[in-house]
Structure formats: C-alpha cells, structure tokens
Antibody, heavy 122, light 107 residues
C-alpha cells in the first residue's frame, strides 16, 4: 500500500523559505489519477489545506497562501515538494503530505504522511 | 472560502450514538459538493473515515456513517467505544476547506 513520508528542516528562521519533501513509497506517484497535497496544522488548531499538484505539474493553491507557496513534483524520485517563502511565526505547524482523490463532486485525502513539525524562530 | 462550522465538542457514553454536524453554505456543503470526514487521535495524522459524503473506506467500521441535509453534513458514530475518542474534521470539496474540528469525549 502507498505510504507517504515528509522530510525537511524542523527549524526555519523568520523571513526565510520553508522547504519540505514528501517521498511516496509502495507505488508510483505517476500511477492513477491522483493529486498530491500539502496540509498543515498549528499546535492545538485545525487543519488548513495548502495546495496540490498533479503529476502533469498543474497546481492549485489556497488563496490565502498562494503568493508564498510553490509545490513541485519529481516523478523520477517519486517525490513532491513544498516551498513556503517569507515565513513568520504564524507558519509554525505540523505539515502533512497526503494523496488526494477526487470525483465529480468530492475530494478526499488518503493516505496521509505522519507529519513533520516545522518551527519558525530565530 | 470560509471554514466550515463544527461544534467544538460532543460527548457520549459507551454504546450510545452521537452526531457531529458540519455546517457550510449553499456554495459548498449545500451544493453538489460532498464532504469527507477525518478522525485524528492526539499526536497522530488524520485518518479518512468517510468520503463522498457517506462512503466508508475499506477497514473503517460500519459504526461510522455520513449524511447531508441542506447546508449541513453530519457524521454519526453508533455504539460508541472508548477508542472513538478523538478529534473529527469535515472537509468540503469546494476549496478543500476544513471545519474547525470537534473533540469527541467518550464518558
């Protein structure tokens, strides 16, 4: 079965760029009609969808983060990545990657990675 | 897109049934968009419990069911068990917007 694993620095300085990678195992990132998404969760708070990418390279981003987010995919490595620029303390959160499925009227995230905590601090 | 509205907390005793609501607008939950539901235990990643409004993934107990009426989607858990104690989130197709989450306490 497909499994996802996030990796990247756990500490980022304010104003710098947060960079995370999600490695997909147990299946090809290019197989099936799936999107690959990033979702985050500040401590003690709810979930926030950041954005998604299709293996063709097409992307969609949360309008509230769009100006700072870039999601890319490397099919040769079975990975997709997140870059969030100009970070502040408000970007401190657990970041999850997830596979996203969709139908005509719905989407859903399954499976999820275990999550990685990123702290923005000097 | 505005966040979907969920009650902050619900509780029930073992064996009872509880329902968690997820209220949106005519533009998201009330339209043709169907929600998904996720269970999250402390320190763990969310787990898909319901998709396309009422479908259960393989391996999810049939004690979990989803429905919709107007602008409100609902997750019902019957035969409540201690292991059901967790946070639950709904998510709308429109904008992939999540609800604020509901903490379920099993008394």
């Amino acid at each position: 079965q497909v499994q996802l694993q996030e990796s990247g620095p756990g500490l980022v300085k304010p104003s710098q760029t947060l960079s995370l990678t999600c490695t997909v195992s147990g299946g090809s990132i290019s197989s099936g009609s799936y999107y690959w998404s990033w979702i985050r969760q500040p401590a003690g708070k709810g979930l926030e969808w950041i954005g998604r990418i299709y293996t063709s390279g097409s992307t969609n981003y949360n309008p509230s983060l769009k100006s700072r987010v870039t999601i890319s995919v490397d099919t040769s490595k079975n990975q997709f990545s997140l870059k969030l620029s100009s970070v502040t303390a408000a970007d401190t959160a657990v970041y999850y990657c997830a596979r996203e499925s969709s139908s005509s009227w719905a989407n859903w995230f399954d499976p999820w990675g275990q999550g990685t905590l990123v702290t923005v601090s000097s | 897109q505005s966040a979907l509205t969920q009650p902050a907390s619900v509780s029930g005793s073992p064996g009872q049934s509880i329902t968690i609501s997820c209220t949106g607008t005519s533009s998201d939950v009330g339209s043709y968009n169907l929600v998904s539901w996720y269970q999250q235990h402390p320190g763990k990643a969310p787990k898909l419990m319901i998709y396309e409004g009422s479908k259960r993934p393989s391996g999810v107990s049939n004690r979990f069911s989803g429905s919709k009426s107007g602008n409100t989607a609902s997750l019902t858990i019957s035969g409540l068990q201690a292991e059901d104690e967790a946070d639950y989130y709904c998510c709308s197709y429109a904008g992939s917007v999540f609800g604020g989450g509901t903490k379920l306490t099993v008394l």
